[in-house]
């Protein structure tokens, strides 16, 4: 019987609610991890964000999401670079030990251009990510956002970037959603172990028929997404951190988001 202790909830799972409420009902329902979205500390003191997470009992697992480094304008480049920096300050301030990296890709150049922009901005901003005690993860994405949100769409792609890059704080966030089709995903989830980079789980599930391939995701168990089997894996490629509910969609958040955390939870118990 698995338990709760390494259940984490992303506050963009339950959009619909302020941080405080979110925060509340977590730890009310026995959730003890919390990822926090940028967007939910935009004009707000983080230090009290920090200290609101852990006085009610959460331990914040991830700050969500930096990246986008390509880009085909070399200005736009040094301010993805900029932006990643100030959030590294923002995550040592929250007290997050890893950023997750949607890295980004540019439709207007080609994507080994992109790749290869995403690497170095990577090395750049990884050693003072390692000073601040922050580590970075960074999550492929299924290759239907190869267009504009990522040119590393395979854990191959990811775990490659990982040995190329050869540094102890950078690593791979694996997400069910984007990782559950791939013919190769379990030998890339054990190299993924093997090499030390994973960092990160996140679950999900993808409705059939998928309405909108953003905003359509759906709890576990209740899509096509073997997430049980892909939690297999990782456990035994090693991994014992969180495990991350990452779930947008429209639907469910028009719902009572108390019904639907009670449904995450129960889920998380008997499908991951
Ligand atoms: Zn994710």
Redesign the pocket.
């Known amino acids: 019987m698995e338990d709760l202790s390494r259940l984490c909830v992303?506050t963009i799972t339950t959009k619909p609610w302020s941080l405080e409420i979110a925060v509340e009902q977590y730890a009310r329902a026995g959730i003890p991890g919390i990822a926090v979205w940028r967007d939910v500390l935009e004009g707000r003191s983080i230090s009290a964000v920090r200290s609101l997470i852990a006085n009610a009992g959460l331990q914040v697992v991830s700050l969500?999401r930096g990246g986008f480094f390509a880009a085909a304008d070399a200005a736009a480049r040094k301010r993805a670079v900029e932006d990643n920096l100030r959030m590294i300050a923002e995550a040592a301030e929250l007290g997050a030990p890893l950023i997750?990296l949607v890295c980004g890709a540019d439709p207007a150049q080609p994507l080994a251009e992109s790749r290869k922009q995403i690497l170095d901005a990577i090395r750049e901003i990884a050693p003072v990510a390692a000073d601040a005690g922050v580590k970075l993860a960074i999550?492929p994405l299924h290759p239907m956002y190869t267009d504009t949100k990522s040119a590393i769409p395979t854990i191959k792609s990811a775990n490659d970037a990982c040995v190329e890059l050869g540094l102890d704080n950078v690593g791979v966030?694996l997400?069910v959603?984007?990782i559950w089709w791939d013919p190769e995903v379990e030998n890339e989830i054990r190299r993924c172990g093997e090499i030390g980079a994973l960092f990160g789980f996140?679950v999900c599930d993808w409705r059939v028929p998928t309405r909108d391939f953003l905003l359509d995701r759906t709890i576990m168990g209740e899509g096509c997404i073997d997430v049980a089997g892909i939690r297999r894996m990782v456990d035994a490629a090693g991994y014992t951190g969180f495990i991350?509910v990452?779930i947008f969609s429209s639907e469910l958040w028009a719902t009572d988001q108390s019904k639907y955390l009670q449904r995450i939870v129960q889920a998380y118990l008997e499908k991951v």
């Open positions: 992303h969500v997750v999550e966030a997400d959603y984007h996140h991350e990452e």
